[in-house]
Structures are given as structure tokens and as C-alpha cells.
């Protein structure tokens, strides 16, 4: 993963972030940098609830998304992670899954078992552990009702609408 740059940048600020897939894919650089630096925190609007949701981006993070986006050449208007198809402005949901599938594959784990919506119960999965704070997991996540942290191991994504 060190020698690919893109890659190891999705990884960590999809476990940063918590975001559903198409808010994720759908980032662009000012949601993240604040002038050059990449920043501590961000704030994005979610796509399926429309309401904002905060996350903190770790040093680890923020180093990969700054080699990254000096990598692109990526500008403050720039989605963080375009696509390579014309048709298309980023990165989509469906190659995103791909390159998950590719990661768990490499990794030597099953397919059925993880995936995009993995990487956004992850880290709230190790605070919730950690804490046994459902209410800060559901805010988090961005979710409206704390019924649906009652089985975190069990959470099955949903469709961004």
C-alpha cells in the first residue's frame, strides 16, 4: 500500500471519516484542506440525510491525503479522488467497492464478510468498544436514531439516496 499513494489516501480517510461511500468518493480538496495543509478536522454534508456530520482526520491521514493530492496535483476545487474515466467527475461507488474487494482479497479475507461499509463502521466500531458511548457513535455515523447502533456487528449498509 506505501507505493500507492491514491490507495493508501481512500484507506485512511475512509477509516477517518466514517462516511458512507458516495459522500466519500464524492470529496473534493477544500473539504479537507483549509488553504495548503491538510486539516485536523472536516465537516461534510451527508448525501442520504442531508445533515452535516464531523470528523477528525489523523496525522497518519493527513500525511497520506498531502502526498496524494501533491501526487494528482490536485487543486482546492478538484475532487480529492477523480476519476480515470471521462464521463465521470470522481471516483464512483462501484469502483470504489472494487478496490475494497481488492484489499480484503490481498489481505486473505472473505469478500462476503467486508467491505465499503466496513470501513465505516471501523473506527466507530473501536470507540464504541471503547466507551460503550451508543450516542457518540450515532453522532459519528450521523445517524438519526440510536436503534440502529444496537447491533454494530451486525449493521448492513444501505444505498446512499
Not at 477523480?82 to 462501484?94: D, K, N
Not at 457518540?136 to 456487528?153: D, F, M, N, P, W
Request: proline share 4%; aromatic share 6%.
Amino acid at each position: 500500500m506505501e507505493k500507492r499513494t491514491r490507495e493508501l489516501a481512500l484507506f485512511d480517510l475512509g477509516i477517518d471519516s466514517k462516511l458512507r461511500g458516495c459522500d466519500l468518493v464524492s470529496l473534493k480538496v477544500r473539504d479537507v484542506c483549509h488553504g495548503d495543509p491538510v486539516a485536523a478536522r472536516a465537516v461534510v454534508m451527508q448525501q442520504k440525510t442531508q445533515r452535516p456530520v464531523q470528523f477528525e482526520i489523523t496525522p497518519p491521514t493527513r500525511e497520506a491525503l498531502q502526498a496524494w493530492i501533491k501526487q494528482a496535483g490536485l487543486r482546492s476545487d478538484d475532487y480529492l479522488f477523480p476519476s480515470r474515466i471521462h464521463e465521470s467527475p470522481h471516483l464512483g461507488t462501484r469502483q470504489y467497492a472494487r478496490i475494497v474487494d481488492r484489499w480484503v482479497k490481498d489481505l486473505g479475507l472473505g469478500t462476503t464478510a467486508y467491505g465499503t461499509h466496513s470501513m465505516r463502521r471501523t473506527k466507530a466500531t473501536l470507540i464504541y468498544k471503547r466507551t460503550k458511548n451508543l450516542r457518540a457513535v450515532q453522532l459519528l455515523l450521523g445517524h438519526t436514531k440510536v436503534g440502529k447502533h444496537r447491533a454494530l456487528s451486525r449493521h448492513r449498509g444501505r444505498r446512499c439516496a
